[in-house]
């Protein structure tokens, strides 16, 4: 994974970031954090929520299924409300 080739833009990346970086590199920022690419699923937009991302990209997936925006806007809602719990 240290060696891990970044996806070239436009093109769909094969995975999302991993939670395990987003979660530290969110602890270590004072700024929003934006993650994108791999997300194809309301479970992957989620668990990248969880981990600290404050903004998904999604680009590719959403084009070949439109019904993804809600799917992730759910999740983003249901996420909201677990980290609001948490605090």
């Given at each position: 994974a240290g060696n891990r080739r970044a996806d070239?833009?436009?093109?769909?990346a094969v995975q999302p970031v991993p939670t395990e970086m987003?979660?530290?590199v969110s602890k270590n920022i004072q700024v929003p954090l934006i993650a994108g690419g791999g997300i194809r699923s309301g479970k992957a937009a989620y668990e990248s929520f969880m981990a600290g991302a404050d903004i998904?990209?999604?680009?590719?997936a959403v084009e070949k299924n439109t019904s993804l925006i809600m799917e992730i806007s759910d999740a983003a809602k249901s996420a909201s409300q677990a980290l609001k719990e948490v605090e």
């Open positions: 070239p833009p436009g093109r769909g987003l979660s530290e998904l990209v999604i680009g590719n």
